[in-house]
């Protein structure tokens, strides 16, 4: 049923209350000669570890201090225990329509050694970054309620504990706020850095064959040797822009991605040089994992800007195992078709791509909960809610807005008019007037980007504009 959300997709953000998807033309069969490769191992690069959580009848005081009883229904919880290597962390439960109201925590075991990490919170609402209501894929029946997931760097040792709001030794079952049910820990393990990713089959075109496929209308591939035919069809989408396969696309100067940018009729259009984009390849991505259809909107009126709420505690060189978790965390554990956002930027500034499509194409993600439709999502790796960004980052931020906008003629300090598929913030319906580059809090009640990150979008408008020549 979910594969469909290539050509259904009717979520409402922009100036009608039901827009379809613009649906690419019907597939039509591969025509590429598939070669079975080398035997490959039966699971792919990567695993995750989904333990259930049990009633708590005893946790540390709010404030801090020694442990107090609560009532079992309030509290649940994973006490310390070895597990497999992981690297990123998160909780997930049933209904991803539930909230979790109150505190997670984790504590982690640093790979092979004794030495057990100090007790470290959650963001609890992660329910906002996930498709709009009423779309295939928030319809699809795997979704799942999700805390955002948290790097905690090598670990073999995990505890958990999850604390509803007014849970206390006094409180009564209808005191404290319930806890979701089906309550687990996510253990993910991104699997290990590769130069190139696990190949399922090699794909030979035929005789002749010289066009590069697109992801609505697979036809023939170029030969990529070791490169599977899903990752073969996601690198297609980009073939205009580097050669299948390529680990990057390349930047270039505002001169010549004016030339390459369609916009409108005669007019000069206001492009930003295109920065430098690692691909999906570029950082790893199982194309295994992900739904192979591709979904768009017809259009990207604005930008949202979220912060990962991964944490800090991480090195430029991580940000593609990062990645690999979040990804492999919002498909197996959150229940997703793909990653969440359309780029992703490192505090080096160094931005990826992100959910599957191509990246100058408008890609549906699954980044602000009722504005996914004709919007594109940007994650900052990192939490920002009381740590600055890097400037490197705030500068890449500008930079892939001031391209990525400008190749559907918008300006980054202007305004835009969306209509919410339902956000709780913005009921179903409402007409939301929004910046151009907007905050994920402008579109959702919750503190993402992160109130630091926030103060920064000002400036990262104002020099996306310059870079567009306005």
Known sequence: MRALLATSIGVTCATALTLPLAAPAPAAP??????????????????????????LTAVPRATGGPT???????????????AHRFSLVGVVWDDADTELHGTVQVRTRGAGTTRWSGWQSLETHNTD????????????????????PLWVGDSDGVEVRVRAENAGPRSGAADAAPLPAGLRVELVDPGDDA????????????????TPATAAQPGALPESPGLG???????AVNADLAPLGALKIPALSKAESEEQAVVGAAA???????????????????????????????????AFIHHSATGNNYTCAQAPSILRGIYRYHVK???????????????????????????????????????NTNSMGIAVLGTYSSKNPPAAAVTAVAKLTAWKLGLFGRNP??????????????KKGAKANLNVISGHRDGFATECPGARLYKKLGSARTTSAKLQGR
């Open 129 to 148: 970054h996930a498709a709009d209501p009423g779309s295939p894929e928030r319809e699809s029946g795997t979704v799942r309620g999700s805390t955002a």
């Open 68 to 82: 107090e009883s609560v009532n079992p229904e309030a509290a649940r919880g994973l006490l310390r225990r070895e």
């Open 413 to 426: 300090k202007g305004k835009v008019t969306l209509v919410s598929g339902g956000s709780g913030k913005y």
């Open 195 to 210: 130069e190139e990713p696990r190949a399922d089959h090699t794909v030979t075109p035929p005789a002749g064959t010289a």
């Open 30 to 55: 591969v025509q590429a000669t598939v070669a079975q490769a080398p035997a490959a191992p039966a699971e792919p690069a990567g695993s995750t570890q989904s333990l259930p959580l049990r009633p």
């Open 229 to 235: 035919l899903a990752a073969a069809e996601s690198s």
């Open 268 to 302: 000069k259009p206001f492009v930003g040089p295109r920065p430098g984009i690692v691909t999906r390849k570029g950082w790893g991505a199982d194309e295994s994992l992900r739904e192979r259809a591709f979904a768009y909107t017809s259009t990207v009126k604005a």
């Open 333 to 371: 554990s959150s229940g997703w078709r793909d990653i969440g956002y359309n780029f992703a930027v490192d505090k080096c500034g160094n931005i990826y791509e992100g959910r599957a499509g191509g990246v100058t194409k408008a890609v549906l993600g699954a980044h602000t909960l009722g504005f």
